[in-house]
T-cell receptor, first 111, second 112 residues
Framework: DQQVKQNSPSLSVQEGRISILNCDYTNSMFDYFLWYKKYPAEGPTFLISISSIKDKNEDGRFTVFLNKSAKHLSLHIVPSQPGDSAVYFCAAGANTDKLIFGTGTRLQVFP | NAGVTQTPKFRILKIGQSMTLQCTQDMNHNYMYWYRQDPGMGLKLIYYSVGAGITDKGEVPNGYNVSRSTTEDFPLRLELAAPSQTSVYFC???????????FGSGTRLTVV
């Protein structure tokens, strides 16, 4: 029972273009959502979050959009840079202390 | 600040052996977590703790045990290691009112 799904295992984007990473969830009780970035041989690092009372949150080049009716969120990276190449995990929580993670999307940004 | 520190970074175990994965944090966080990451499977919660003396099971607790005797430390014990426990293990912590975790750098465990 995968409550948080990232259906694209990988994404390849040219430097300077927009990267869009998608995430779907099934539990309507989730009330906050986060994106983490992970480089090889390192732990995940927090990138950006959004509460269910918002539909957009922006932090520099990173914007997260939340569509509650579709149970869908996306991470936009503009402009994409080679240093953004990493695995991105979507995570969700439901007014509890635990986060449920998706399976991750490997982003590759090429020159 | 060191953040969340995990030891060891790598370990090879034989089937049936036991070991303890260590996790310590210096941020005075009440909440601590153990996740495992299998290829293509994301991060699965093994156990978590909301404070010293309190632990609870996550999604995949079988074959593991934890204890939380201090705020700083949250060791994960593997008894009778099995090949299915080959994985990368991440410890994480957070303050009560903040949703984002701080992760350690992971322990790569191979059971042969």
């Amino acid at each position: 029972d995968q409550q948080v799904k990232q259906n694209s295992p990988s994404l390849s984007v040219q430097e300077g273009r927009i990267s869009i990473l998608n995430c779907d969830y099934t539990n309507s009780m989730f009330d906050y959502f986060l994106w983490y970035k992970k480089y090889p041989a390192e732990g995940p690092t927090f990138l950006i979050s959004i509460s269910s009372i918002k539909d957009k949150n922006e932090d520099g080049r990173f914007t997260v959009f939340l569509n509650k009716s579709a149970k869908h969120l996306s991470l936009h990276i503009v402009p994409s840079q080679p240093g953004d190449s990493a695995v991105y995990f979507c995570a969700a929580g439901a007014n509890t202390d635990k986060l449920i993670f998706g399976t991750g999307t490997r982003l590759q940004v090429f020159p | 600040n060191a953040g969340v520190t995990q030891t060891p970074k790598f370990r090879i175990l034989k089937i049936g052996q036991s070991m303890t994965l260590q996790c310590t944090q210096d941020m005075n966080h009440n909440y601590m977590y153990w996740y495992r990451q299998d290829p293509g499977m994301g991060l699965k919660l093994i156990y978590y703790s909301v404070g010293a003396g309190i632990t609870d099971k996550g999604e995949v607790p079988n074959g593991y045990n934890v204890s939380r005797s201090t705020t700083e430390d949250f060791p994960l014990r593997l008894e009778l290691a099995a090949p299915s426990q080959t994985s990368v293990y991440f410890c994480a912590s957070k303050e009560g009112a903040i949703y984002g975790y701080t992760f350690g750098s992971g322990t790569r465990l191979t059971v042969v």
